[in-house]
């Protein structure tokens, strides 16, 4: 089950976090996974860490925000069976405290960059009669989280533009889901953490930690596991459909 085999991977954000322990695990289930990132050096550590382990992975250095790099890069890989839009970047304010500065970057990188990918992929899909789409939406899609502003927007669009895709392309064998983690111990929590709350740390990550009804932050591979899942054959019934993986945050925190 859940096998990849002759099958190509692409992964936007894929040298790290949640996008890096997606390709890890395509590749163990024999997919051929490209990992698109913006960042040369992680990206080629992911692929180095994949080929140890026995995957077949390559690099891609791409600013997804960028639309003709997209489609260049797409075009050379060529055939794309799975496309797992996990780049994206977060910031923390509200309307009135969020600079225009802020708010043009949150949307070029979440908002235009899956449009971008999106855009290039597309096309190859339908040339090869189908292909499965996962886009990384949030827990800020569906409820209000102080201070997420431009994030929460965002991550709104990659719902929106999950059903539309799947709406638009459903007679051509193409799937499309999203999911909506809650929050996950990533590079990122500890860079938040590192430089907003110096010295405290620890602290501060139990108390972010603990606003998860189950206790505890996700592990990039638990949010993973489900890609996989859902980008998988035996999930050939579901498209047009979010995912939260959150610990309980969204149903149980009311």
Partial sequence: MFRFTNKNIVITGGGSGIGKASAMLFAKQHGTVYIV?????????????IKEKGGDAFARIVDVTMQQDVVDAFSQINSIDVLVNCAGISHIGKADTTTEKDFDRIFNVNVKGVYNCLYAAIPLMKHEDGGVILNLA????????PER?????????IYAMTLSVAKDYIHENIRCNCISPGRVHTPFVDNYLAKNYPGKEKEMYEKLA????????????????????????EAAFITGSDYPIDGGFIKLNN
Avoid: W
Avoid at 37 to 49: I, K, P, T
Avoid at 138 to 145: L, P, Q, W
Avoid at 152 to 157: E, F, I, V, Y
């Fill in 138 to 145: 949030s827990v800020v899609s569906s409820v209000g989280i």
């Fill in 37 to 49: 990132d913006v960042n040369e050096e992680a990206a080629h550590q992911a692929v180095y860490e």
């Fill in 149 to 157: 502003f431009a994030y929460s927007m965002s991550k709104g669009a």
């Fill in 210 to 233: 603990k606003t998860q009804p189950i206790g505890r932050m996700a592990t990039p591979d638990e949010i993973a596991y489900l890609i996989l899942y859902l980008c998988s054959d």
